[in-house]
């Protein structure tokens, strides 16, 4: 199950475990952080774009009782990986992982087939730095394959009314993010910054909407990955399962 060039990583969450490339994109903060952020709002159908190796959607299997996670990637190589991950999980009856652009979602699933959308996007507008030297990595950080702009228009298509999108991005995009939102009907709902301690400005912010939802935006306490110790936050290490 395993090629030469991977590893198989414990997340120390109900024994689950992900492959991921030795040398290569590998999942980060922000994609625990988004599952977390997004576990709480009950969902009978939950779509993961941009998912990468699977993480979002192999962590929402843990931490909800969902029964069908579906996860979309557009790199064959990495959607591979996901889905391999997923059978070594025996999630299999659970998570069902999707090779293909999400700008072609509506085609693959229907319009208005979910009732939650998790989404860990690229950060990075196109033209706003170098490209990595990695093909994946480079689609990963950057608006190569998909826009903002796609990720909020697709969801709206594929969302029920009140049904919820789910994002982590970069604080520097929130008026765009606000701004798209509304754009396509989704209405701002829950908005949480995060800093990697007390004291640093945030660089990564978790975003709820509501496809059709009223107007009420409520912004929650700031969350901190290390205390001014240096230490892991009682929070992380919440959310990590390590308390």
Request: with cysteine; proline share 5%; hydrophobic share 35%.
């Amino acid at each position: 199950m395993l090629h030469d060039d991977e590893q198989l990583d414990d997340l120390q969450l109900n024994g689950l475990f992900l492959i991921q490339k030795k040398h290569g994109f590998r999942f980060g903060v922000d994609a625990v952080l988004l599952s977390d952020f997004a576990k709480d709002s009950p969902s009978r159908r939950t779509l993961d774009m941009c998912t990468g190796t699977g993480i979002v959607a192999i962590l929402l299997s843990a931490k909800t009782s969902t029964p069908d996670i579906c996860a979309l990637e557009i790199q064959p190589g990495i959607a591979d990986m996901a889905r391999r991950s997923v059978e070594y999980n025996s999630l299999s009856e659970r998570v069902h992982v999707t090779e293909g652009d999400l700008k072609d979602a509506v085609k693959i699933y229907g319009k208005g087939s979910f009732d939650k959308i998790t989404c860990n996007p690229p950060y990075m507008k196109n033209n706003s730095a170098i490209k990595n030297e990695s093909d994946s990595i480079a689609v990963s950080r950057h608006e190569l394959l998909c826009t903002l702009e796609d990720v909020i228009r697709v969801s709206s298509e594929l969302l029920i009314p009140k049904g919820r999108l789910c994002m982590v991005h970069r604080p520097s995009r929130l008026a765009d993010i606000l701004c798209l939102m509304r754009k396509y009907k989704i209405e701002p709902k829950r908005l949480r910054l995060v800093a990697p301690r007390p004291g640093k400005e945030p660089n990564l912010a978790l975003i709820e909407g509501m496809y059709y939802g009223g107007e009420e935006l409520r912004v929650m306490s700031q969350l901190y990955i290390f205390d001014e110790n240096g230490n892991y936050s009682e929070e992380t290490d919440r959310i990590y399962g390590r308390r």
